[in-house]
């Protein structure tokens, strides 16, 4: 069982720092703005960004604390743009500049100024990978669910609500969580169970 061997493809993290009694969406889904996406500024060389947006609309642009709030449980989405230069293109830009600025003498300023001016203009014309990763954090219990398990993603996300919210995101095994909010059925079903179902659970 997935759950319980450790292969599960989400973290499990208790969040320490607020109550659950008296919690205040409006509140929170200002807060979590602070982290909110915001497209690449590729015209600054920016090769990645990353942060909050809305489950049902990744391209809405304003995180609304009515859109990833419902009842005592928050969902919303990690995005993350990526652009990735390949070797063989970049080289084809050098080369194309390389013919621009051949009456210069040859020098490692010239190279730098050649490279620095390719990958701009790679940049310009190249459109970033997007990936999305669902957050589901019960407010009541206290619990949240980060849907992927790779450290570096985790890490990210991590460092994003914390410095969000000004809460703490505690890893737990997720095999201890289930073990403590399911039952005896719902656990050998754990496996199988939709985002949606697995808050309503919690």
């Known amino acids: ?94 080369k194309k500049l390389e013919e621009q600025y051949r009456e210069e003498p040859d020098s490692k300023a010239k190279y730098n100024k050649i490279k620095k001016e390719a990958e701009y203009l790679y940049l310009q014309q190249t459109i970033p990978s997007i990936y999305t990763y669902e957050v589901l954090w019960s407010c009541a219990k206290g619990i949240l669910y980060f849907f992927n398990s790779s450290k570096g993603i985790n890490e990210q996300f991590v460092s994003a609500f914390e410095k969000a919210t000004e809460l703490t995101l505690i890893e737990v095994e997720t095999g201890t969580i289930a073990a403590k909010i399911l039952s005896e059925k719902e656990l050998q079903k754990f496996d199988s169970l939709q985002p949606s179902e697995l808050v309503s659970l919690s």
Do not use: C
């Open 1 to 94: 069982m997935g759950v319980l061997s450790g292969t599960m493809s989400f973290k499990a993290y208790y969040v320490e720092g607020y109550s659950g009694l008296g919690f205040d969406p409006l509140i929170w889904g200002i807060k979590l703005r602070r982290e909110e996406f915001n497209p690449l500024q590729k015209e600054t060389g920016e090769k990645e960004s990353s942060g909050f947006v809305e489950h049902k609309d990744i391209f809405s642009g304003e995180l609304r604390a009515e859109k990833i709030f419902f009842e005592d449980y928050a969902h919303f989405l990690f995005r993350k743009d990526i652009i990735k230069l390949q070797k063989k293109i970049l080289f084809q830009f050098i």
